[in-house]
Protein backbone atom coordinates (compact mmCIF):
# COMPACT_ATOMS: atom_id res chain seq x y z
CA UNK A 1 0.00 0.00 0.00
CA UNK A 2 1.30 3.53 -0.77
CA UNK A 3 0.03 6.59 -0.02
CA UNK A 4 1.34 9.38 -2.55
CA UNK A 5 1.62 13.20 -1.94
CA UNK A 6 -1.94 12.96 0.20
CA UNK A 7 -3.29 16.35 1.35
CA UNK A 8 -6.58 17.19 2.41
CA UNK A 9 -8.18 20.32 3.47
CA UNK A 10 -11.68 20.19 5.84
CA UNK A 11 -12.91 23.62 5.53
CA UNK A 12 -10.71 25.71 4.01
CA UNK A 13 -7.85 24.21 6.36
CA UNK A 14 -5.18 21.54 5.82
CA UNK A 15 -6.08 18.09 8.34
CA UNK A 16 -3.30 16.25 6.15
CA UNK A 17 -0.32 17.86 4.23
CA UNK A 18 1.79 15.62 1.86
CA UNK A 19 1.51 12.62 3.41
CA UNK A 20 4.19 10.32 1.39
CA UNK A 21 4.66 6.30 3.09
CA UNK A 22 4.05 3.01 1.86
CA UNK A 23 3.37 -0.08 3.81
CA UNK A 24 4.32 -3.85 3.22
CA UNK A 25 2.58 -6.20 4.65
CA UNK A 26 3.97 -8.57 7.77
CA UNK A 27 4.14 -5.68 10.02
CA UNK A 28 2.55 -3.34 12.74
CA UNK A 29 2.92 0.19 12.31
CA UNK A 30 1.72 2.96 14.73
CA UNK A 31 0.35 6.42 13.99
CA UNK A 32 0.73 8.62 16.71
CA UNK A 33 0.23 12.28 16.73
CA UNK A 34 -1.33 14.63 19.44
CA UNK A 35 -5.25 15.10 19.41
CA UNK A 36 -6.29 17.05 16.02
CA UNK A 37 -3.02 15.97 14.28
CA UNK A 38 -4.89 14.56 11.71
CA UNK A 39 -4.45 10.45 12.45
CA UNK A 40 -8.29 9.52 11.79
CA UNK A 41 -8.34 11.69 8.77
CA UNK A 42 -5.27 9.63 7.74
CA UNK A 43 -6.76 6.40 8.05
CA UNK A 44 -10.41 7.40 7.09
CA UNK A 45 -8.34 8.95 3.27
CA UNK A 46 -6.44 5.70 3.63
CA UNK A 47 -9.64 3.58 2.73
CA UNK A 48 -11.28 5.83 0.48
CA UNK A 49 -13.89 7.04 3.01
CA UNK A 50 -12.59 10.67 2.29
CA UNK A 51 -11.44 11.73 -1.47
CA UNK A 52 -7.64 13.06 -0.82
CA UNK A 53 -7.54 16.66 -2.07
CA UNK A 54 -4.26 15.71 -3.62
CA UNK A 55 -2.22 12.16 -3.80
CA UNK A 56 -4.18 9.12 -4.25
CA UNK A 57 -3.80 5.91 -2.39
CA UNK A 58 -2.09 2.82 -4.27
CA UNK A 59 -2.33 -1.24 -3.18
CA UNK A 60 -0.58 -3.35 -5.87
CA UNK A 61 0.17 -0.12 -8.24
CA UNK A 62 -3.98 0.72 -8.79
CA UNK A 63 -5.75 3.31 -7.04
CA UNK A 64 -8.08 2.72 -4.59
CA UNK A 65 -10.51 5.98 -5.65
CA UNK A 66 -10.06 4.83 -9.47
CA UNK A 67 -10.48 0.72 -8.61
CA UNK A 68 -12.62 0.76 -5.41
CA UNK A 69 -12.49 -3.32 -5.95
CA UNK A 70 -9.32 -3.60 -4.80
CA UNK A 71 -10.29 -2.30 -1.44
CA UNK A 72 -11.14 -6.25 -0.57
CA UNK A 73 -7.69 -5.60 0.25
CA UNK A 74 -8.28 -3.50 2.81
CA UNK A 75 -10.34 -3.18 5.82
CA UNK A 76 -11.00 -0.10 8.12
CA UNK A 77 -12.52 -0.76 11.53
CA UNK A 78 -13.53 2.67 13.15
CA UNK A 79 -13.39 3.26 17.22
CA UNK A 80 -17.41 3.07 17.33
CA UNK A 81 -19.38 -0.11 16.03
CA UNK A 82 -22.43 2.33 15.62
CA UNK A 83 -23.01 0.61 11.92
CA UNK A 84 -23.73 -2.57 13.24
CA UNK A 85 -25.71 -2.29 16.39
CA UNK A 86 -29.14 -3.59 14.81
CA UNK A 87 -27.21 -6.26 13.32
CA UNK A 88 -27.28 -9.95 14.54
CA UNK A 89 -24.10 -11.74 14.30
CA UNK A 90 -25.42 -13.93 11.53
CA UNK A 91 -26.60 -11.10 9.58
CA UNK A 92 -23.34 -9.77 9.72
CA UNK A 93 -21.64 -12.61 8.60
CA UNK A 94 -23.80 -12.65 5.96
CA UNK A 95 -23.05 -9.13 4.87
CA UNK A 96 -19.46 -9.28 4.98
CA UNK A 97 -19.21 -12.76 3.19
CA UNK A 98 -21.09 -10.86 0.47
CA UNK A 99 -18.67 -8.15 0.34
CA UNK A 100 -15.33 -10.33 1.30
CA UNK A 101 -14.67 -12.87 -1.41
CA UNK A 102 -11.93 -14.26 0.69
CA UNK A 103 -14.18 -14.32 4.29
CA UNK A 104 -13.16 -17.03 6.08
CA UNK A 105 -16.16 -18.19 8.39
CA UNK A 106 -14.57 -21.26 9.83
CA UNK A 107 -11.76 -19.09 11.00
CA UNK A 108 -14.56 -16.78 12.04
CA UNK A 109 -16.31 -19.04 14.28
CA UNK A 110 -13.22 -20.54 15.62
CA UNK A 111 -11.75 -17.06 16.93
CA UNK A 112 -15.56 -16.55 18.02
CA UNK A 113 -15.12 -19.42 20.33
CA UNK A 114 -11.48 -18.93 21.07
CA UNK A 115 -13.11 -15.89 22.84
CA UNK A 116 -16.14 -16.88 24.35
CA UNK A 117 -17.97 -14.15 22.48
CA UNK A 118 -21.77 -15.36 21.91
CA UNK A 119 -23.65 -14.72 18.92
CA UNK A 120 -26.58 -12.45 19.37
CA UNK A 121 -29.38 -10.79 17.71
CA UNK A 122 -27.99 -7.30 18.31
CA UNK A 123 -24.96 -6.81 18.30
CA UNK A 124 -25.61 -3.51 19.83
CA UNK A 125 -26.13 -5.60 22.82
CA UNK A 126 -22.32 -6.58 23.10
CA UNK A 127 -20.27 -5.03 25.85
CA UNK A 128 -17.65 -2.30 24.65
CA UNK A 129 -14.96 -4.79 24.97
CA UNK A 130 -16.83 -7.42 23.36
CA UNK A 131 -17.78 -5.02 20.41
CA UNK A 132 -14.30 -4.29 20.30
CA UNK A 133 -13.34 -8.06 19.62
CA UNK A 134 -15.97 -8.65 17.34
CA UNK A 135 -14.87 -5.98 15.22
CA UNK A 136 -11.52 -7.57 15.36
CA UNK A 137 -12.65 -10.78 14.70
CA UNK A 138 -14.49 -9.96 11.51
CA UNK A 139 -11.96 -7.97 10.00
CA UNK A 140 -9.13 -10.66 10.40
CA UNK A 141 -11.85 -12.63 8.76
CA UNK A 142 -12.57 -10.61 6.00
CA UNK A 143 -8.93 -11.90 4.28
CA UNK A 144 -7.94 -8.53 3.77
CA UNK A 145 -4.31 -7.71 3.94
CA UNK A 146 -4.12 -4.29 5.73
CA UNK A 147 -6.05 -3.60 8.40
CA UNK A 148 -6.50 -0.39 9.91
CA UNK A 149 -7.55 -0.19 13.36
CA UNK A 150 -8.80 4.14 14.88
CA UNK A 151 -8.17 3.26 18.52
CA UNK A 152 -8.46 -0.30 19.08
CA UNK A 153 -7.86 -0.77 22.76
CA UNK A 154 -9.52 3.25 23.90
CA UNK A 155 -11.59 2.71 26.73
CA UNK A 156 -11.34 -1.41 27.22
CA UNK A 157 -10.54 -3.39 30.08
CA UNK A 158 -7.24 -5.19 31.39
CA UNK A 159 -8.13 -7.76 30.39
CA UNK A 160 -10.09 -7.42 26.68
CA UNK A 161 -6.87 -5.53 26.01
CA UNK A 162 -4.64 -8.10 26.54
CA UNK A 163 -6.70 -10.52 24.69
CA UNK A 164 -6.84 -7.70 21.46
CA UNK A 165 -3.04 -7.50 21.87
CA UNK A 166 -2.34 -10.82 21.72
CA UNK A 167 -4.82 -11.25 18.12
CA UNK A 168 -2.66 -8.30 16.99
CA UNK A 169 0.17 -9.93 17.00
CA UNK A 170 -0.92 -13.55 16.35
CA UNK A 171 -2.35 -12.59 13.18
CA UNK A 172 0.52 -10.34 11.57
CA UNK A 173 2.37 -13.64 12.70
CA UNK A 174 0.33 -16.00 11.12
CA UNK A 175 -0.52 -14.44 8.10
CA UNK A 176 0.82 -11.77 5.15
CA UNK A 177 -1.02 -8.93 6.89
CA UNK A 178 -0.30 -5.71 7.65
CA UNK A 179 -2.07 -3.53 10.71
CA UNK A 180 -1.86 0.05 10.88
CA UNK A 181 -3.19 1.11 14.16
CA UNK A 182 -4.44 4.92 15.26
CA UNK A 183 -3.61 5.02 18.76
CA UNK A 184 -2.44 7.11 22.12
CA UNK A 185 -1.65 3.98 23.77
CA UNK A 186 1.94 4.34 23.36
CA UNK A 187 3.48 1.53 25.64
CA UNK A 188 0.78 -0.89 23.83
CA UNK A 189 2.45 0.13 20.72
CA UNK A 190 5.58 0.20 21.87
CA UNK A 191 5.14 -3.22 22.76
CA UNK A 192 3.96 -4.46 19.58
CA UNK A 193 4.57 -2.36 16.34
CA UNK A 194 7.42 -2.56 14.34
CA UNK A 195 7.73 1.18 12.76
CA UNK A 196 5.91 4.53 13.77
CA UNK A 197 4.36 7.10 12.03
CA UNK A 198 4.47 10.35 14.00
CA UNK A 199 1.84 13.03 12.39
CA UNK A 200 2.95 16.74 13.42
CA UNK A 201 0.54 19.17 11.96
CA UNK A 202 -0.71 17.15 9.13
CA UNK A 203 2.70 16.37 8.06
CA UNK A 204 4.30 13.31 8.74
CA UNK A 205 7.45 14.07 11.34
CA UNK A 206 9.37 11.21 11.06
CA UNK A 207 8.57 7.07 10.42
CA UNK A 208 10.73 4.90 11.90
CA UNK A 209 11.16 1.30 12.84
CA UNK A 210 10.69 1.49 16.78
CA UNK A 211 14.70 0.15 17.29
CA UNK A 212 15.80 2.46 14.39
CA UNK A 213 13.86 5.45 16.81
CA UNK A 214 15.69 4.41 19.83
CA UNK A 215 18.77 4.06 18.47
CA UNK A 216 18.69 7.86 17.50
CA UNK A 217 18.02 9.18 20.91
CA UNK A 218 19.08 8.71 24.44
CA UNK A 219 16.77 9.47 27.88
CA UNK A 220 19.27 10.80 30.81
CA UNK A 221 19.33 12.14 34.01
CA UNK A 222 21.28 14.84 34.83
CA UNK A 223 22.05 16.67 38.20
CA UNK A 224 24.17 19.67 38.61
CA UNK A 225 25.61 21.84 40.81
CA UNK A 226 23.65 24.47 39.95
CA UNK A 227 20.99 24.89 37.33
CA UNK A 228 21.21 23.74 33.86
CA UNK A 229 23.09 26.11 31.59
CA UNK A 230 21.40 28.10 28.75
CA UNK A 231 23.21 27.18 25.76
CA UNK A 232 22.67 23.14 26.64
CA UNK A 233 18.92 23.67 27.50
CA UNK A 234 18.79 24.39 23.30
CA UNK A 235 20.57 20.98 22.31
CA UNK A 236 18.27 18.84 24.30
CA UNK A 237 14.34 18.27 25.18
CA UNK A 238 13.53 19.00 29.02
CA UNK A 239 11.48 15.57 30.07
CA UNK A 240 11.20 16.89 33.42
CA UNK A 241 12.94 19.11 36.30
CA UNK A 242 13.37 19.16 39.93
CA UNK A 243 15.05 21.23 41.50
CA UNK A 244 19.03 20.52 40.05
CA UNK A 245 17.87 17.11 38.52
CA UNK A 246 16.69 16.95 35.29
CA UNK A 247 15.21 14.40 32.94
CA UNK A 248 16.42 14.93 29.08
CA UNK A 249 16.68 13.48 25.81
CA UNK A 250 19.46 14.29 23.19
CA UNK A 251 20.26 13.11 20.14
CA UNK A 252 22.60 9.84 20.67
CA UNK A 253 24.81 10.49 17.70
CA UNK A 254 26.07 13.98 18.52
CA UNK A 255 29.41 14.00 19.83
CA UNK A 256 28.82 18.02 20.79
CA UNK A 257 25.84 17.58 23.07
CA UNK A 258 27.72 14.71 25.15
CA UNK A 259 30.71 16.85 25.07
CA UNK A 260 28.90 19.85 26.57
CA UNK A 261 26.98 18.58 29.05
CA UNK A 262 30.74 16.86 30.14
CA UNK A 263 32.38 20.23 30.47
CA UNK A 264 29.72 21.30 32.95
CA UNK A 265 30.75 18.55 34.84
CA UNK A 266 27.09 17.60 36.51
CA UNK A 267 26.82 15.19 39.84
CA UNK A 268 25.01 12.74 37.96
CA UNK A 269 25.31 11.93 34.43
CA UNK A 270 23.19 8.63 34.03
CA UNK A 271 21.51 6.61 30.66
CA UNK A 272 17.49 5.82 31.65
CA UNK A 273 15.64 3.63 29.57
CA UNK A 274 13.88 5.18 26.57
CA UNK A 275 10.59 5.10 26.35
CA UNK A 276 8.46 5.77 22.60
CA UNK A 277 6.37 8.67 25.38
CA UNK A 278 9.34 10.06 25.57
CA UNK A 279 10.34 10.20 21.70
CA UNK A 280 6.66 11.11 21.41
CA UNK A 281 6.80 14.15 23.74
CA UNK A 282 10.61 15.49 22.47
CA UNK A 283 9.31 15.30 19.14
CA UNK A 284 5.80 16.00 19.34
CA UNK A 285 5.78 17.84 22.59
CA UNK A 286 5.68 21.83 21.07
CA UNK A 287 2.66 23.55 22.45
CA UNK A 288 1.51 22.61 25.52
CA UNK A 289 -2.24 23.15 24.82
CA UNK A 290 -4.18 20.18 23.28
CA UNK A 291 -5.30 20.95 20.01
CA UNK B 1 -25.20 -1.93 -7.99
CA UNK B 2 -26.71 -5.49 -8.41
CA UNK B 3 -23.95 -6.44 -5.26
CA UNK B 4 -25.86 -8.95 -3.33
CA UNK B 5 -24.47 -7.33 0.29
CA UNK B 6 -25.60 -3.48 -0.69
CA UNK B 7 -29.11 -5.13 -1.21
CA UNK B 8 -29.03 -6.78 1.80
CA UNK B 9 -27.23 -3.19 3.92
CA UNK B 10 -30.09 -1.57 2.13
CA UNK B 11 -32.91 -3.87 3.25
CA UNK B 12 -31.79 -4.19 7.08
CA UNK B 13 -31.74 -0.42 7.22
CA UNK B 14 -35.14 0.82 5.84
CA UNK B 15 -36.56 -2.31 7.02
CA UNK B 16 -39.46 -1.22 8.86
CA UNK B 17 -40.52 1.81 6.35
CA UNK B 18 -40.35 -0.78 3.17
CA UNK B 19 -43.44 -2.61 5.14
CA UNK B 20 -45.16 0.44 5.88
CA UNK B 21 -45.00 1.56 2.11
CA UNK B 22 -46.19 -2.02 1.22
CA UNK B 23 -49.00 -1.37 4.01
CA UNK B 24 -49.79 1.73 2.29
CA UNK B 25 -49.94 0.90 -1.21
CA UNK B 26 -52.34 -2.41 0.24
CA UNK B 27 -55.06 -0.32 2.01
CA UNK B 28 -54.73 2.58 -1.03
CA UNK B 29 -55.56 -0.14 -3.79
CA UNK B 30 -56.95 -3.48 -2.53
CA UNK B 31 -58.56 -3.34 0.75
CA UNK B 32 -59.85 0.73 -0.70
CA UNK B 33 -61.34 -1.75 -3.84
CA UNK B 34 -63.56 -3.76 -1.65
CA UNK B 35 -64.41 -0.77 0.73
CA UNK B 36 -65.11 1.25 -2.93
CA UNK B 37 -67.59 -1.88 -3.71
CA UNK B 38 -69.67 -2.07 -0.89
CA UNK B 39 -69.88 1.76 -1.11
CA UNK B 40 -71.12 1.88 -4.30
CA UNK B 41 -73.24 -1.49 -4.09
CA UNK B 42 -75.10 0.38 -0.68
CA UNK B 43 -75.46 3.73 -2.95
CA UNK B 44 -77.33 1.89 -5.39
CA UNK B 45 -79.51 0.58 -2.95
CA UNK B 46 -80.49 3.52 -1.67
CA UNK B 47 -80.99 4.72 -5.09
CA UNK B 48 -83.29 1.57 -6.12
CA UNK B 49 -85.54 2.78 -3.28
CA UNK B 50 -85.86 6.11 -4.22
CA UNK B 51 -87.70 6.59 -7.69
CA UNK B 52 -86.15 7.76 -10.95
CA UNK B 53 -82.68 7.78 -9.25
CA UNK B 54 -79.86 5.92 -10.94
CA UNK B 55 -77.03 5.33 -9.29
CA UNK B 56 -73.37 5.13 -11.57
CA UNK B 57 -70.16 4.83 -10.24
CA UNK B 58 -68.10 8.05 -11.50
CA UNK B 59 -64.81 8.25 -12.91
CA UNK B 60 -63.64 10.48 -9.36
CA UNK B 61 -64.95 6.81 -7.61
CA UNK B 62 -62.45 4.82 -9.41
CA UNK B 63 -59.92 7.69 -9.45
CA UNK B 64 -59.74 7.48 -5.41
CA UNK B 65 -58.42 4.19 -5.41
CA UNK B 66 -55.70 4.17 -7.78
CA UNK B 67 -54.30 7.43 -7.93
CA UNK B 68 -56.08 10.08 -5.70
CA UNK B 69 -56.96 10.89 -2.22
CA UNK B 70 -54.97 11.20 0.75
CA UNK B 71 -53.21 7.72 0.74
CA UNK B 72 -51.01 8.67 -1.48
CA UNK B 73 -49.73 12.21 0.23
CA UNK B 74 -48.66 9.45 3.02
CA UNK B 75 -47.05 7.35 0.51
CA UNK B 76 -45.20 10.15 -0.84
CA UNK B 77 -44.32 10.66 2.94
CA UNK B 78 -43.34 7.44 3.17
CA UNK B 79 -41.36 7.44 -0.30
CA UNK B 80 -39.15 10.37 1.27
CA UNK B 81 -38.78 8.57 4.14
CA UNK B 82 -37.42 5.59 2.71
CA UNK B 83 -34.88 8.19 0.75
CA UNK B 84 -33.81 9.50 4.06
CA UNK B 85 -33.10 6.41 5.55
CA UNK B 86 -30.90 5.34 2.69
CA UNK B 87 -28.93 8.84 2.56
CA UNK B 88 -29.29 11.09 5.17
CA UNK B 89 -29.27 8.66 8.30
CA UNK B 90 -25.95 6.91 6.75
CA UNK B 91 -24.84 10.39 6.98
CA UNK B 92 -26.37 11.59 10.40
CA UNK B 93 -24.77 8.10 12.06
CA UNK B 94 -21.39 6.67 11.20
CA UNK B 95 -22.93 3.87 8.39
CA UNK B 96 -21.50 6.36 5.60
CA UNK B 97 -18.00 5.88 7.01
CA UNK B 98 -18.65 1.99 7.00
CA UNK B 99 -20.13 2.01 3.34
CA UNK B 100 -18.04 4.27 1.69
CA UNK B 101 -15.03 1.76 3.20
CA UNK B 102 -16.71 -1.06 0.97
CA UNK B 103 -14.61 -2.49 -2.12
CA UNK B 104 -17.86 -1.04 -4.37
CA UNK B 105 -17.77 2.38 -6.43
CA UNK B 106 -19.72 5.35 -5.33
CA UNK B 107 -21.95 4.71 -8.51
CA UNK B 108 -22.82 0.97 -7.70
CA UNK B 109 -23.50 2.34 -3.99
CA UNK B 110 -25.91 5.42 -5.09
CA UNK B 111 -27.57 3.22 -7.83
CA UNK B 112 -27.67 0.29 -5.63
CA UNK B 113 -30.06 2.33 -3.36
CA UNK B 114 -31.99 3.90 -6.00
CA UNK B 115 -32.49 0.60 -7.80
CA UNK B 116 -33.64 -1.14 -4.48
CA UNK B 117 -36.01 1.55 -4.20
CA UNK B 118 -37.72 1.72 -7.35
CA UNK B 119 -37.76 -2.01 -6.92
CA UNK B 120 -40.15 -1.53 -3.71
CA UNK B 121 -42.16 0.75 -5.45
CA UNK B 122 -42.25 -0.92 -9.00
CA UNK B 123 -43.12 -4.27 -7.64
CA UNK B 124 -45.77 -2.88 -4.36
CA UNK B 125 -47.71 -0.61 -7.52
CA UNK B 126 -47.92 -3.48 -9.75
CA UNK B 127 -48.67 -6.19 -7.32
CA UNK B 128 -51.51 -4.08 -5.53
CA UNK B 129 -52.61 -2.27 -8.61
CA UNK B 130 -53.58 -5.48 -10.54
CA UNK B 131 -55.26 -6.94 -7.11
CA UNK B 132 -57.53 -3.91 -7.08
CA UNK B 133 -57.70 -3.71 -11.11
CA UNK B 134 -59.21 -7.87 -10.62
CA UNK B 135 -61.29 -7.25 -7.39
CA UNK B 136 -63.45 -4.55 -9.82
CA UNK B 137 -63.19 -6.11 -12.77
CA UNK B 138 -64.85 -9.27 -11.99
CA UNK B 139 -67.56 -6.95 -9.55
CA UNK B 140 -70.69 -6.25 -11.07
CA UNK B 141 -69.15 -2.71 -11.11
CA UNK B 142 -66.27 -4.07 -14.09
CA UNK B 143 -67.24 -1.43 -16.23
CA UNK B 144 -66.46 1.80 -14.16
CA UNK B 145 -62.48 0.50 -15.25
CA UNK B 146 -63.77 1.67 -18.48
CA UNK B 147 -64.43 5.57 -17.35
CA UNK B 148 -60.51 6.44 -16.51
CA UNK B 149 -57.47 5.69 -18.76
CA UNK B 150 -54.48 3.49 -17.87
CA UNK B 151 -52.33 6.35 -17.79
CA UNK B 152 -54.73 8.54 -14.94
CA UNK B 153 -54.78 4.73 -12.41
CA UNK B 154 -51.41 3.02 -13.46
CA UNK B 155 -48.80 4.84 -15.61
CA UNK B 156 -49.30 8.08 -14.08
CA UNK B 157 -49.05 6.80 -10.05
CA UNK B 158 -46.36 4.51 -11.15
CA UNK B 159 -44.19 6.78 -13.09
CA UNK B 160 -45.15 9.59 -10.17
CA UNK B 161 -43.62 8.08 -7.31
CA UNK B 162 -40.64 6.75 -9.27
CA UNK B 163 -39.94 10.34 -10.24
CA UNK B 164 -40.62 11.32 -7.02
CA UNK B 165 -38.19 8.78 -5.11
CA UNK B 166 -35.05 9.50 -7.42
CA UNK B 167 -36.02 13.50 -6.45
CA UNK B 168 -36.04 12.97 -2.60
CA UNK B 169 -32.74 10.31 -3.32
CA UNK B 170 -31.13 13.47 -5.37
CA UNK B 171 -31.31 16.22 -2.49
CA UNK B 172 -29.66 13.38 -0.17
CA UNK B 173 -27.21 13.60 -2.58
CA UNK B 174 -26.11 17.01 -1.35
CA UNK B 175 -28.18 17.48 2.25
CA UNK B 176 -25.28 17.00 4.98
CA UNK B 177 -27.94 14.85 7.00
CA UNK B 178 -32.12 13.44 7.43
CA UNK B 179 -33.72 16.91 8.83
CA UNK B 180 -32.21 18.93 5.67
CA UNK B 181 -32.92 16.14 3.44
CA UNK B 182 -36.21 16.12 4.72
CA UNK B 183 -37.07 20.15 4.45
CA UNK B 184 -35.60 20.79 1.49
CA UNK B 185 -37.12 17.98 -0.15
CA UNK B 186 -40.36 19.27 0.86
CA UNK B 187 -39.30 23.22 -0.14
CA UNK B 188 -38.04 22.04 -3.39
CA UNK B 189 -40.96 19.67 -4.11
CA UNK B 190 -43.33 22.71 -4.26
CA UNK B 191 -40.54 25.02 -5.29
CA UNK B 192 -42.19 26.15 -8.70
CA UNK B 193 -45.70 26.43 -7.56
CA UNK B 194 -44.36 28.26 -4.23
CA UNK B 195 -42.30 30.53 -6.13
CA UNK B 196 -45.56 31.40 -7.95
CA UNK B 197 -47.79 31.57 -5.32
CA UNK B 198 -45.62 34.22 -3.12
CA UNK B 199 -44.96 35.95 -6.42
CA UNK B 200 -48.76 36.08 -6.91
CA UNK B 201 -49.34 37.30 -3.53
CA UNK B 202 -46.83 40.42 -4.06
CA UNK B 203 -48.05 41.53 -7.27
CA UNK B 204 -51.77 40.85 -5.76
CA UNK B 205 -51.18 43.16 -2.37
CA UNK B 206 -49.26 45.86 -4.28
CA UNK B 207 -51.00 45.91 -7.78
CA UNK B 208 -54.09 44.14 -7.59
CA UNK B 209 -53.14 42.01 -10.26
CA UNK B 210 -53.21 38.33 -10.40
CA UNK B 211 -51.91 35.96 -12.77
CA UNK B 212 -52.85 32.39 -13.51
CA UNK B 213 -50.85 29.50 -13.28
CA UNK B 214 -49.51 28.43 -16.22
CA UNK B 215 -49.75 24.60 -16.58
CA UNK B 216 -45.42 24.29 -16.83
CA UNK B 217 -45.50 25.90 -13.90
CA UNK B 218 -47.41 22.89 -12.43
CA UNK B 219 -45.28 20.57 -14.36
CA UNK B 220 -42.08 21.69 -12.62
CA UNK B 221 -43.58 20.87 -9.60
CA UNK B 222 -42.37 17.30 -8.71
CA UNK B 223 -45.01 16.78 -5.91
CA UNK B 224 -47.69 17.66 -8.68
CA UNK B 225 -47.15 14.04 -10.29
CA UNK B 226 -47.77 11.92 -6.55
CA UNK B 227 -51.13 13.86 -6.17
CA UNK B 228 -52.15 14.61 -9.34
CA UNK B 229 -53.33 12.46 -12.61
CA UNK B 230 -54.41 14.19 -15.17
CA UNK B 231 -53.97 11.22 -18.14
CA UNK B 232 -51.93 13.50 -20.36
CA UNK B 233 -49.22 12.17 -22.16
CA UNK B 234 -47.43 14.67 -19.95
CA UNK B 235 -47.86 12.14 -16.85
CA UNK B 236 -45.85 9.59 -18.74
CA UNK B 237 -43.52 11.84 -20.53
CA UNK B 238 -41.98 14.50 -17.97
CA UNK B 239 -41.96 11.84 -14.71
CA UNK B 240 -39.73 9.78 -17.15
CA UNK B 241 -37.69 12.55 -18.61
CA UNK B 242 -37.20 13.91 -14.80
CA UNK B 243 -36.73 10.36 -13.15
CA UNK B 244 -33.59 10.43 -15.91
CA UNK B 245 -32.57 13.60 -15.35
CA UNK B 246 -32.32 13.28 -11.33
CA UNK B 247 -30.72 10.00 -11.55
CA UNK B 248 -27.82 11.23 -13.69
CA UNK B 249 -27.45 14.33 -11.56
CA UNK B 250 -27.55 12.64 -8.30
CA UNK B 251 -25.11 9.78 -9.40
CA UNK B 252 -22.40 12.65 -10.15
CA UNK B 253 -23.21 14.47 -7.11
CA UNK B 254 -22.77 11.29 -5.18
CA UNK B 255 -19.93 10.11 -6.50
CA UNK B 256 -18.31 13.60 -5.94
CA UNK B 257 -19.46 13.68 -2.41
CA UNK B 258 -17.16 15.06 0.65
CA UNK B 259 -18.64 13.24 3.78
CA UNK B 260 -16.43 14.97 5.73
CA UNK B 261 -19.22 17.45 5.92
CA UNK B 262 -21.87 14.28 6.99
CA UNK B 263 -24.04 16.11 9.64
CA UNK B 264 -23.68 19.59 8.21
CA UNK B 265 -26.90 21.62 6.28
CA UNK B 266 -25.30 21.00 2.59
CA UNK B 267 -22.54 18.63 1.29
CA UNK B 268 -21.15 20.89 -1.06
CA UNK B 269 -20.43 24.51 0.18
CA UNK B 270 -20.34 26.24 -2.76
CA UNK B 271 -24.14 26.04 -2.48
CA UNK B 272 -24.78 27.27 0.74
CA UNK B 273 -25.05 31.09 -0.11
CA UNK B 274 -27.27 30.01 -3.17
CA UNK B 275 -29.84 27.62 -0.27
CA UNK B 276 -29.39 30.55 2.37
CA UNK B 277 -30.05 33.76 0.11
CA UNK B 278 -33.11 31.59 -1.67
CA UNK B 279 -34.74 30.00 1.73
CA UNK B 280 -34.22 33.93 3.11
CA UNK B 281 -36.09 35.51 0.32
CA UNK B 282 -39.20 32.77 0.47
CA UNK B 283 -39.71 32.81 4.24
CA UNK B 284 -39.44 36.93 4.21
CA UNK B 285 -42.24 36.38 0.89
CA UNK B 286 -44.27 33.77 2.61
CA UNK B 287 -44.30 36.47 6.10
CA UNK B 288 -45.52 39.35 3.73
CA UNK B 289 -48.34 37.17 2.57
CA UNK B 290 -48.91 35.59 5.85
CA UNK B 291 -49.40 38.83 7.39
CA UNK B 292 -51.25 40.77 4.48
CA UNK B 293 -53.96 38.03 4.58
CA UNK B 294 -54.77 39.35 7.87
CA UNK B 295 -55.38 42.66 6.95
CA UNK B 296 -59.13 43.82 5.64
CA UNK B 297 -59.03 42.45 1.78
CA UNK B 298 -60.44 46.23 0.78
CA UNK B 299 -57.62 48.10 2.73
CA UNK B 300 -54.92 48.79 0.27
CA UNK B 301 -52.55 50.64 2.35
CA UNK B 302 -52.94 48.82 5.26
CA UNK B 303 -52.58 45.25 3.21
CA UNK B 304 -49.25 46.93 2.05
CA UNK B 305 -48.00 47.80 4.97
CA UNK B 306 -49.25 44.65 6.82
CA UNK B 307 -47.15 42.69 3.86
CA UNK B 308 -43.89 44.72 4.10
CA UNK B 309 -44.13 44.21 8.86
CA UNK B 310 -44.53 40.50 7.83
CA UNK B 311 -41.71 40.35 5.34
CA UNK B 312 -39.38 42.52 7.78
CA UNK B 313 -40.34 40.07 10.59
CA UNK B 314 -40.01 36.64 8.69
CA UNK B 315 -36.44 38.21 7.74
CA UNK B 316 -35.32 38.33 11.14
CA UNK B 317 -36.45 34.53 11.71
CA UNK B 318 -35.00 33.56 8.08
CA UNK B 319 -31.70 35.67 9.16
CA UNK B 320 -31.62 33.79 12.49
CA UNK B 321 -32.52 30.42 10.90
CA UNK B 322 -29.86 30.74 8.58
CA UNK B 323 -26.79 31.63 11.15
CA UNK B 324 -28.14 28.25 12.73
CA UNK B 325 -28.01 26.23 9.42
CA UNK B 326 -24.77 27.51 8.72
CA UNK B 327 -23.47 26.27 12.17
CA UNK B 328 -25.30 23.05 12.34
CA UNK B 329 -23.41 19.67 12.54
CA UNK B 330 -25.95 16.95 13.36
CA UNK B 331 -24.35 13.66 14.28
CA UNK B 332 -25.87 10.54 16.27
CA UNK B 333 -23.04 8.72 17.82
CA UNK B 334 -24.43 5.47 19.70
CA UNK B 335 -22.66 4.06 22.80
CA UNK B 336 -19.55 2.79 21.83
Known sequence: ?291 | MFHKALWYQNYKQTRMIIWIILTLFIIHMPFQSVLSLETWKEREEQANQAEGYVYEVQKWDVLQIFSQGTLPVFLSFSIIALACLLIGLERNTRRNDFTFSLPFSRKDLFLAKWLYGISAIFFFHVINFFTAFFIIYQSDYSTALYLVSWIEIFWGPLLGFIMFFTFALLIGTFTGEMISQVGLTFLLGFLPQGVFALIQSFTEVHFRYIFSLPDWINYLTPFHYVFNQSGEIQSVVLPLIFTGLFLWLSTYLYEKNKIEHNGEFLIFKVLNPVFLTGITIGISLAGGMIVSALAPWSADALRVIAYWIGFTTFLLFALLIGRRIVTMNIQFYGKP
Open chain 1, 1 to 291: MKISRVSKTIHGKYILSDINFSIETGSIIGVIGRNGAGKTTLLRTMTGILDPTKGDVTIDGYSIFKKPQIKEQVIFVPDSSEAFKNYSTKEILTLYKNIYPKFDEEYFYGLMERFSLPSVKKTGAYSKGMKALFSLIIAFSTGARYILLDEPTDGLDVIVKKQVLQILIEEVAAKDVSIIISSHRLDELEFMANKIIMIKDGKVDSLYEIEEMKEMYKKVQLVFKETMPQNLKKEVTILDQTGRVYTVIMDRNDPKIQHMIEETEPLLFEELPLLLEDIFVAKLGGVSHVS
